[in-house]
């Protein structure tokens, strides 16, 4: 049976090319992961905050090399695309160096309608430094404006106030709430919604990154990786 409406996103439209290398403000690169990332992925996976928002570890660098390449794949299957944060540095712009401070993906690609979720999470010494903020913020405006993606969800615990400033000041409006949609391992969450449209005016620029100038703007990060 024949759509009536065409996809958002037609076959390809992702694949065709090679996952983009993304810059964003105060010396942030986004690139696509690599096996090399394995070790880092290990040690941040150790922090408390990071394993009660995303609800796993990573036991062994051979696990993280495991995501890796699944992460990998799923942008040639056009399900995902995964990110690494990194600092910018002369090997990183084309290769894959850099310290990693942190990860954002568009999870959940719907082409029909041009849907994804976004989520990310931020290295323990890198919070309080805007990288959330700023990561979020250039793939969303790659993926509503070059990619074509029509609209964008982010969703995290209501419990996690700082993920709800990072929407915030990533221009993603709050819509509502789902009750208890996720469960965590003290039990079941509400969870916050927010979401941005291509439509959606984009969020003014803030100044140069700073230490903390806005206290909790750099959350860790929430969503169940897939």
Same mark, same amino acid.
């Given at each position: 049976?024949? %759509?009536?409406?065409?996809?958002?996103?037609?076959?390809?439209?992702?694949?065709?090319? +090679?996952?983009?290398?993304?810059?964003?403000?105060?010396?942030?690169? =986004?690139? +696509? &992961?690599?096996?090399?990332?394995?070790? !880092?992925?290990? *040690?941040?996976?150790?922090?408390?905050?990071?394993?009660?928002? %995303?609800?796993?570890?990573?036991?062994?660098?051979?696990?993280?090399?495991? &995501?890796? /390449? *699944?992460?990998?794949? @799923?942008?040639?299957?056009?399900?995902?695309? %995964?990110?690494?944060?990194?600092?910018? /540095?002369?090997? !990183?712009?084309?290769?894959?160096?850099? /310290?990693?401070?942190?990860?954002? @993906?568009?999870?959940g690609v719907?082409?029909?309608?041009?849907?994804? *979720?976004? !989520?990310?999470? /931020?290295?323990?010494?890198?919070?309080?430094?805007?990288?959330?903020?700023? @990561?979020?913020?250039?793939?969303?405006?790659?993926?509503?404006?070059? @990619?074509?993606?029509?609209?964008?969800?982010l969703g995290?615990?209501?419990?996690?106030?700082?993920?709800?400033?990072?929407?915030?000041?990533?221009?993603?409006? =709050?819509?509502?709430?789902?009750?208890?949609?996720? =469960? #965590?391992?003290?039990? &079941?969450?509400?969870?916050?919604? #927010?979401?941005?449209?291509? *439509?959606?005016?984009?969020?003014?620029? !803030?100044?140069?990154?700073?230490?903390?100038?806005?206290?909790?703007?750099?959350?860790?990060?929430?969503?169940?990786?897939?």
């Amino acid at each position: 049976m024949p %759509h009536l409406v065409a996809p958002v996103l037609t076959p390809g439209r992702l694949s065709g090319s +090679p996952q983009p290398r993304l810059r964003a403000d105060g010396g942030l690169l =986004l690139r +696509p &992961w690599s096996p090399g990332d394995a070790p !880092a992925l290990v *040690e941040i996976f150790r922090d408390p905050a990071i394993q009660r928002w %995303h609800l796993r570890r990573a036991d062994s660098e051979e696990e993280a090399r495991r &995501w890796i /390449t *699944e992460w990998r794949r @799923a942008w040639r299957a056009e399900r995902s695309a %995964h990110w690494a944060v990194v600092t910018d /540095t002369p090997a !990183a712009p084309t290769g894959d160096g850099g /310290t990693v401070v942190g990860r954002v @993906a568009l999870q959940g690609v719907i082409p029909m309608g041009g849907q994804a *979720e976004i !989520a990310y999470w /931020t290295a323990p010494d890198a919070r309080g430094t805007g990288v959330a903020r700023r @990561a979020v913020r250039e793939v969303t405006a790659w993926a509503l404006g070059e @990619a074509g993606f029509h609209r964008l969800e982010l969703g995290h615990s209501t419990a996690n106030p700082a993920s709800c400033r990072v929407a915030a000041a990533a221009g993603y409006l =709050l819509e509502g709430v789902r009750r208890r949609a996720l =469960l #965590h391992t003290d039990g &079941w969450h509400d969870m916050h919604l #927010h979401a941005r449209t291509a *439509e959606d005016p984009p969020p003014g620029r !803030a100044g140069p990154p700073g230490r903390a100038r806005t206290s909790g703007l750099n959350a860790p990060g929430e969503s169940r990786d897939r």
